[in-house]
């Protein structure tokens, strides 16, 4: 069993920075990738920004310049870095990790960009 816990999610105004944790525990063997998603109102999922076990990173062209995704393997803990952050920002950030053959979700945090 994977437990994944997210933090960090707040009420910020246009322009300001947060920045999101997912600490796994549990029956964590080898974390092949990790990532985040988000799912505003009314919207379907979407995907943030990923990286991989080796580092490599990919990122959702709305987010590229302002999101840095990073990971802690000792920690088993992944963070979400974001910048300049925008309205069009706000939804419920979740993070998952895949450890082959099975993916893993948190529950969500909340993030609410607004003046």
């Known amino acids: 069993q994977v437990q994944l816990v997210e933090s960090g999610g707040a009420l910020v105004q246009p322009g300001g920075s947060l920045r999101l944790s997912c600490a796994a525990s549990?029956?964590?063997?080898?974390?092949?990738?990790m990532g985040w998603y988000r799912q505003a109102p009314g919207k379907q999922r979407e995907l943030v920004a990923t990286?991989?076990?080796?580092?490599?990173?990919v990122y959702a062209d709305s987010v590229k310049g302002r999101f840095t995704i990073s990971r802690d393997n000792a920690k088993n803990t992944m963070y979400l870095q974001m910048n300049s952050l925008k309205p069009e920002d706000t939804a419920v950030y979740y993070c998952?990790?895949?450890?082959?053959?099975?993916?893993?979700w948190g529950q969500g945090t909340q993030v609410t960009v607004s003046s």
């Open positions: 990286i991989g076990s080796a580092g490599r990173t």
């Open positions: 549990g029956s964590i063997s080898s974390i092949y990738a």
């Open positions: 998952t990790i895949v450890i082959p053959p099975f993916d893993y």
